[in-house]
């Protein structure tokens, strides 16, 4: 059975529920195709920060914040990569992120903050409590009261152009699925593409794997082969992880209804600070790898042999030598950087001004993760390492320290190296990529263009897909894209012409001449 809906929407995550959603509401009627079992993408996977000024949670808080002052803190986290910024759509971002807040709020999500968010000046982050499955919960929610129709299993073919080459449709599992205004492409990154991470960055970041598995870049190939342009696909964020505890993280387990979302919001907002700190310290060190500060200050990393997997200077190197080898390494240190990372203003690892880990909240909360021996030997034994290896390595990184010169690998920063026991290690760790900057090159209205700036007709992209060239480069900017661009393509698709040509070209019948039994119109 072929089906007509007004606005067609690939990928069912954040962006595109919030663009059903959108379309929704500007009265168009929406069919959403999910490729997995269920609705949620990387967005219900997420930490969940959305940072935005502008926001009544801002105004409580005693924030005065501007877009300007947003912009101009957007460029001092850009650094360098400043001059591959897409000033256009960083402005939208800016302009339209507080309002999306409010307008999530709306429909029930609840956050915590602003907190700080370093280089930024003002307080801007807000944290979607209790989990980032919230987002999922009240977006999948708000579809259901607004009619969208929501199709899972169902991985997108080929895209259905009509014979003046607009975009009509796509195909999935055998059956046409036709949007008179306009097809979102909404399938997230391509961080677990291999080929296309190995045509755009190279072999050894091919062999990372993605933290989401189904960001596999469909989207990109769909609106490449309409005739789209993929920008900054050089793009990846690679790191390490701490593998999964036995125990799932306790916050994740909460249940993400508006209720329970509402009571949670009460209760920490009224929580004094230290004992709020040690609440989240529990989940912040279910997973979250250690800063690289560790390293810069004398730690090293080594695989099961014992052996320095990369330079350590290179959270990139990193991910790249541990995924090359088991995908296992482990953090190593002694008592001096120990002592050091037990207290501020040196945590081991961070949610940026919510909560700090340090070394003895790893031994709490982790103790699968925490290793002490008195001697290497000992340190070895406890984490399965091989201890002449490691000995080795120890003896050769002392060497290396105190010339300043690293000819394995090129490594700048020493700290004070690996001095006297007892000794430490943290993991394993485990490589990953968590996400890519890349995407489809789009105008500020969400249309997907093509090689010389021209919309590409019936084709939009939101979120990871929709990027564009800008860059993202500080916490709770990606799930603040997603929302935020889901919403404008929603609402310009539900607002676009319908097509009066709705027949694919190349196909002998014509879609509106088909039998009703064969025809599934959604009004």
């Given at each position: ?7 067609l ?11 059903a ?10 069919t959403?195709?999910?490729?997995c ?9 997420s ?11 801002q105004?409580?808080?005693g ?15 850009n ?18 992120a507080?309002p999306?807040i409010?307008?999530?709020s ?13 280089p ?25 009261r607004?009619g ?68 596999t ?18 793009r ?28 949670l ?7 004094p ?9 529990g ?8 800063n ?8 090293i ?15 990139k ?64 034994a406890?984490?399965?390492?091989d ?21 394995e690998?090129g490594?700048?920063?020493f ?16 490589a990953?990529i ?39 480069l ?7 894209w ?13 607002h ?28």
């Open positions: 059975m072929n089906t007509v809906s007004d606005v929407i690939i990928g069912g995550g954040g962006s595109g529920l919030a663009a959603i959108s379309a929704a509401t500007s009265g168009a009627t929406v959403v195709l999910e490729k079992g269920q609705v949620g993408g990387s967005t219900g996977m930490v969940g920060s959305f940072t935005a000024a502008n926001t009544s949670y105004y409580r808080a924030v005065n914040d501007s877009i300007d002052l947003f912009i101009e803190d957007m460029k001092t986290a650094g360098a990569d400043e001059t591959r910024e897409n000033d256009a759509l960083r402005r939208v971002l800016a302009e339209n507080g999306t409010e307008w999530l709306s429909i029930g999500v609840q956050f915590l903050g602003p907190t700080p968010e370093p930024y000046e003002k307080p801007r982050m807000h944290n979607v409590l209790p989990n980032s499955k919230a987002y999922v919960t009240a977006l999948a929610r708000e579809c259901g607004r969208v129709k929501i199709v899972t299993s169902a991985r997108v073919e080929k895209l259905l152009r009509n014979s003046a080459g607009e975009v009509i449709g796509a195909r999935a599992n055998g059956s046409d699925y036709l949007g008179r205004r306009g097809v979102i492409l909404a399938t997230g990154d391509y961080s677990a593409a291999a080929d296309m991470k190995r045509a755009y960055v190279g072999e050894a970041a091919a062999k990372v794997p993605a933290v989401n598995p189904n960001n870049g469909d989207g990109f190939r769909l609106g490449g082969d309409a005739g789209g342009v993929m920008l900054q696909m050089d990846l964020y690679e790191g390490l992880r701490f593998a999964p505890a036995a125990l799932p993280d306790p916050i994740k387990l909460l249940p993400s209804h508006p209720a329970v979302s509402r009571a919001r009460f209760v920490v907002e009224r929580l600070q230290r004992l709020l700190a040690i609440v989240l310290r989940a912040l060190t279910s997973w979250v790898g250690p690289n500060t560790m390293y810069a200050a004398g730690a990393l080594v695989d099961r042999s014992g052996k320095r997997v990369a330079n350590e200077d290179s959270d190197d990193l991910a790249r030598g541990v995924a090359a080898g088991t995908n296992q390494a482990y953090m190593v240190f002694d008592s001096a950087l120990a002592r050091k990372f037990s207290a501020w203003p040196n945590p081991v690892s961070t949610f940026p001004g919510v909560a700090y880990a340090y070394v003895q909240d790893y031994k709490s909360y982790r103790p699968d993760m925490y290793h002490e021996g008195a001697t290497l030997e000992e340190l070895a406890k984490t399965g390492i201890p002449q290896g490691l000995a080795r390595t120890v003896e050769t990184f002392r060497g290396y320290t105190s010339t300043g010169r690293d000819p690998f490594r700048t920063r700290g004070s190296g690996i001095g006297d026991g007892p000794y430490y290690a943290l993991g394993p760790m485990n990953y968590t996400l890519a900057d890349g995407g489809l090159a789009v105008d500020t209205s969400l249309r997907v263009t093509d090689n010389g700036g021209a919309p590409i007709p019936g084709l939009w992209a939101a979120g990871s897909t929709g990027q564009g060239g800008l860059q993202l500080n916490h709770g900017l990606h799930i603040g997603a929302m935020v661009s889901g919403r404008i393509a929603g609402r310009n698709v539900a676009a012409a319908p097509r009066e040509n709705l027949s694919p070209a190349g196909d002998t019948s014509s879609v509106l001449g088909l039998p009703l039994e064969q025809l599934e119109v959604i009004r």
